[in-house]
């Protein structure tokens, strides 16, 4: 199974710190600014897990998360691909991302290598 994990953030400092974050416990990612372009480069390209921002201009992680759990879309993944939200805030979004089928969310706040572990889980988990 693909151990790449697709970052997608629209916050250029953010995404930044979550890739150095992952890349020094050794893993794999590359990154995404928008639900858009994650979409596009998923045509493509095959992803063990993904972790997705909620809030970002032009498709924003419901509406990826939605694409990618109806598997409508013609995409290089598996429908039920790990999925885990990174989010700023609680509350009702993270409610409608859960009523989705994700693999569990993070908030911001907390120090990003507190996520390794989980991560490291689920890919463990579909490998």
Known sequence: MNKTILVVEDEK??????LATLKAHGLH??????GREALKMLSTLECGL????LRMPVLNG???IKAIRSGE???????DVP???LSA??????DSAVALNISGYFIKKEPIDKLVPKIKQLLEIIS
């Open 50 to 53: 993904i972790l997705t921002d």
């Open 13 to 18: 400092l953010s995404r930044t710190i979550i």
């Open 73 to 79: 879309n013609q995409l290089a993944i598996n429908k």
């Open 83 to 85: 999925i885990v939200v």
């Open 29 to 34: 990612c590359i990154s995404a600014e928008n």
């Open 62 to 64: 419901l509406d990826l």
């Open 89 to 94: 805030e609680e509350g009702e979004m993270i």
